[in-house]
């Protein structure tokens, strides 16, 4: 269970006779960052700072110095850079998470390199085909490593490489149909990530990096139903596929009591609902009942979601203060009694 925040806290004081030195304890122990923790921090602040200032760098050189280096000297120089940093990130003894941000520097390389390669020997090859490339050729380090930041850069090039390929490779293929196996794609990856880890036995991932899947995916189908109605074009396996989701995703969120979900599903139907009210109008007026319309349907979205977070966060705290005994937990206030599921932990 996740530890409760400075927001879950801040709510439980206001609706509770929570005593000044719980609330401090409460604080210092689950909120306030200690001395370990800011060393922490700015070690990961350097070296990310360091492997992107790296790498950039690498980029410019190239780009400033084309002209005047040889074939000889741009292959070699980004291939022994690959091979340096791919050392690194083996043979160093250091922890896990800085050989692993080594890695997807040198994961960057790679791209760097086929970037080189096709320029020098104007390969006349399809953009699609670099990223494909690309891909493919790192996928042995990010399946080994298994490092959040390197499977974003991954699914990205997966999203790009269809993106290209359905304008490049093939022709018959409509916008609907890209839209769908981006959707499906990204579909996928969020329920792998999720559930797998449960399986597997393993760690589970970060909570940033499902919720950029799940933006991802939110923000295609939301595309893609939109981009529909809008030119008249709609593909009813695309609604069936987007109820499934949306219904999956309103679950999720409640289950794991993790309001992003809830939040961008019922802003992204705000959006489709106002994309059909557009297709139907015609004048002014029909823009400003529709405006109207999105300003009344966010003002009453906002207040459910803040409703609905009180809720959550009663029953997140409740459930960790019988695992981990949060100092002088309160008792709630009596107009909070609504709340089932809060008040047996009480």
Avoid at 25 to 38: E, P, Q, T
Avoid at 327 to 336: T, Y
Wanted: charged share 15%; proline share 1%.
């Amino acid at each position: 269970m996740d530890k409760p925040d400075r927001n879950d806290i801040k709510l439980v004081v206001l609706h509770s006779n929570w005593s000044e030195q719980g609330v401090d304890r409460a604080l210092s122990d689950h909120v306030y960052s200690n001395k370990y923790a800011w060393l922490r921090f700015l070690k990961l602040l350097v070296l990310t700072l360091g492997i992107s200032f790296t790498v950039a760098g690498i980029i410019f050189f190239f780009a400033y110095n084309w002209d005047s280096l040889n074939k000889f000297l741009k292959l070699g120089a980004v291939q022994s850079l690959v091979l340096i940093f791919t050392f690194l990130a083996l043979f160093i003894k250091q922890k896990a998470f800085i050989k692993k941000s080594i890695l997807t520097g040198a994961a960057i390389l790679v791209g760097v390199m086929y970037a080189v390669f096709g320029q020098i020997y104007q390969t006349g090859a399809n953009a699609y085909d670099f990223f494909l490339a690309w891909t493919i050729f790192i996928a042995i380090w990010v399946f080994i490593s298994n490092f959040p930041t390197l499977w974003l850069i991954y699914v990205s090039l997966l999203n790009i490489t269809l993106v290209l390929y359905a304008k490049q490779g093939v022709e018959n293929w409509s916008e609907s149909e890209v839209f769908i196996l981006l959707f499906l794609l990204n579909t996928l990856a969020l329920i792998c990530f999720l559930f797998l880890p449960r399986f597997l036995k393993a760690n589970y991932y970060p909570k940033w990096y499902t919720n950029f899947l799940a933006m991802a995916a939110v923000t295609v189908a939301t595309a893609g139903v939109t981009g529909g109605i809008l030119v008249d074009e709609q593909d009813y396996s695309f609604w069936l596929l987007l109820f499934l989701f949306f219904g999956l995703g309103i679950w999720m969120g409640l289950l794991k009591k993790n309001l992003f979900y809830i939040a961008i599903i019922c802003f992204s139907w705000v959006v489709v609902f106002c994309s059909f009210l557009l297709s139907e109008s015609d004048g002014a007026g029909s823009f400003f009942t529709v405006g109207v319309i999105i300003i009344m349907a966010v003002t009453f979205l906002i207040r459910y979601l803040k409703n609905l977070q009180k809720k959550l966060t009663i029953s997140k705290l409740c459930i960790y203060h019988t695992t981990h005994q949060l100092h002088e937990f309160p008792k709630i206030w009596k107009h909070w009694s609504s709340i089932d599921f809060s008040i047996s932990c009480l």
